[in-house]
C-alpha cells in the first residue's frame, strides 16, 4: 500500500521483498477466507485499536472496501459485518494488485533482504550485497510471529543500534494453554458457540474452540489482549437468559441422575456442560449456586501461548520513536507500517484494515517529504 502511494505521487519506487515471492502473510490471511475488513462505524471499528495503530487510522472499513472493488474484487458482507471476497481467497486480489503496481512502474526485487543502514540501505541479495540511497524509505517489515513467512524480526537490532525504541513483542491473537483433564478429550476439536466471554473491560460473544493445547479461536482472540495482561476471565454460558431464569431452570430435580446427566438435562449443550464441570469446582451446593457458575465460569489457564502459535504480535517500534507522520524521530526520511510497530487489534478485519491504512499514510507522509526535498 505503501509503494502504491508513493507511485500514485509520481515518484519512482522500488519494493525490496526478502521472500523469493511477496506477500505469503496476506495470502496466509486468506487461507481459510480473507477476512479485509469489518463493516461498522468508524468509532466502534478504531476502539478495538491499542498502541501506535491509532496514529494512523484514516482509511477504514468503507475505504478499504472501495480499494479492493477497484481491483475489481466483488465482496460480500458477512452477518457479523466481517467483509470478503466473494471468492474467499487472496490470491486474485494479489495477482491484480501486483499487476496494477507494474503498470504505475513499481521495482519489485525479491529475495532482496535488508541488513542494515551504514551509508545507505544495504541488502543481502543473490547477487551479493547491494547498497541503495533513497531519499525516502518505508519499511513495513512485519512483527515476529511468523518467521516461515518472512516476518522473523531480524529488522530489531538495526533499529535499536539507530536508537530507536523497541518494546519487546508478545504473542497476540493467540490461544491459551489449558492442563485439561483426560475427561475434556472427547472435546478436542469442538466448537464453542453461543456464549460471552469477559476479560476486564473487553467482551466477546464469537465462537472460539477446545483444543489439545488449551483454548483458542476467534471469541478468544477478542480479550486475549485482556487475558495476557492479566485481567480474571470469565464466561457466560447462557449470555441470552438472565440470572433469575437460569436459577429457575436449575431448579429441575435432580433425582437419581448423576451430576453430569442433571447439567445435560438443564443446559443441553454437552460441550458446554463439560466445560461447566471441568471449570465449575468446587461444585456448588444448590441450584441457586449452578446458576451463579453458569452465568460467570472462570477460565482457568495457565498463560497464553507462545509466539509461533499466535496470528500476530504485540511489541515492536514504540510511538515514543515516531512522529505524527509515522517518521522515525532518530532516522528523518525513514517511515514505518504495520506489525512492525507497537499496536494490537484482534482477527476479524482489523489487521488487515490497520496495515493497509498504516502502509498508506507512511506512503502519504514519505511522498510530502520527497516532494518538499525536490522543492528545495
Not at 504473542?171 to 492442563?179: C, K, L, Q, S
Not at 441457586?288 to 517500534?317: C, E, F, N, Q, Y
Request: include cysteine; glycine fraction near 14%.
Amino acid at each position: 500500500m505503501a509503494a502504491e502511494t508513493l507511485a500514485r505521487a509520481g515518484l519512482a519506487v522500488i519494493v525490496a521483498e526478502a521472500m523469493p515471492t511477496p506477500a505469503r502473510k496476506f495470502l496466509m490471511a486468506g487461507k481459510s477466507g480473507l477476512n479485509l475488513t469489518k463493516h461498522q462505524p468508524i468509532d466502534r471499528f478504531l476502539g478495538h485499536f491499542d498502541g501506535a495503530a491509532a496514529m494512523a487510522l484514516d482509511f477504514g472499513p468503507e475505504q478499504v472496501m472501495d480499494w479492493a472493488s477497484g481491483l475489481g474484487i466483488q465482496l460480500f458482507t458477512g452477518s457479523t459485518g466481517r467483509v470478503f471476497p466473494t471468492g474467499m481467497k487472496a490470491s486474485p486480489l494479489l495477482r491484480a494488485w501486483l499487476a496494477r503496481l507494474r503498470g504505475m512502474g513499481v521495482d519489485l526485487r525479491t529475495r532482496w533482504r535488508w541488513i542494515g543502514i551504514a551509508d545507505g540501505m544495504r541488502f543481502d541479495t543473490p547477487q551479493g550485497v547491494q547498497l541503495l540511497r533513497p531519499q525516502v524509505t518505508v519499511l513495513a517489515l512485519g512483527g515476529a510471529c511468523w518467521p516461515r513467512l518472512g516476518s522473523d524480526a531480524a529488522w530489531l537490532p538495526i533499529l535499536q543500534d539507530a536508537g530507536v525504541k523497541i518494546a519487546p513483542f508478545q504473542p497476540a491473537n493467540m490461544g491459551f494453554r489449558v492442563d485439561w483433564s483426560d475427561a475434556m478429550s472427547r472435546h478436542f476439536g469442538q466448537p464453542v458457540k453461543g456464549t460471552q466471554l469477559i476479560a476486564g473491560d473487553h467482551g466477546s460473544r464469537g465462537e472460539w474452540v477446545i483444543s489439545r493445547h488449551g483454548i483458542e479461536g476467534g471469541g478468544i482472540y477478542e480479550i486475549a489482549a485482556a487475558l495476557r495482561e492479566g485481567a480474571a476471565g470469565r464466561i457466560d454460558l447462557a449470555p441470552d437468559t438472565d440470572l433469575a431464569a437460569m436459577r429457575m431452570r436449575f431448579q429441575r430435580p435432580k433425582g437419581k441422575l448423576s451430576v453430569g446427566n442433571w447439567l445435560r438435562k438443564v443446559i443441553g449443550d454437552p460441550v458446554k456442560v463439560a466445560l461447566l464441570l471441568e471449570w465449575g469446582r468446587p461444585w456448588p451446593a444448590d441450584a441457586a449456586g449452578w446458576a451463579d457458575r453458569a452465568k460467570a465460569l472462570p477460565t482457568r489457564h495457565l498463560g497464553s501461548m507462545d509466539l509461533d502459535r499466535a496470528i500476530s504480535s504485540a511489541g515492536g517500534v514504540q510511538a515514543a520513536s515516531i512522529g505524527p507522520d509515522l517518521q522515525l524521530t532518530d532516522l528523518p526520511g525513514v517511515f514505518v507500517a504495520g506489525e512492525m510497530l507497537d499496536w494490537e487489534a484482534p482477527t476479524g478485519g482489523y489487521l488487515l484494515t490497520g496495515c493497509l491504512s498504516q502502509g498508506r499514510a507512511a506512503g502519504m507522509a514519505a511522498a510530502r517529504r520527497m516532494k518538499g526535498l525536490i522543492g528545495q
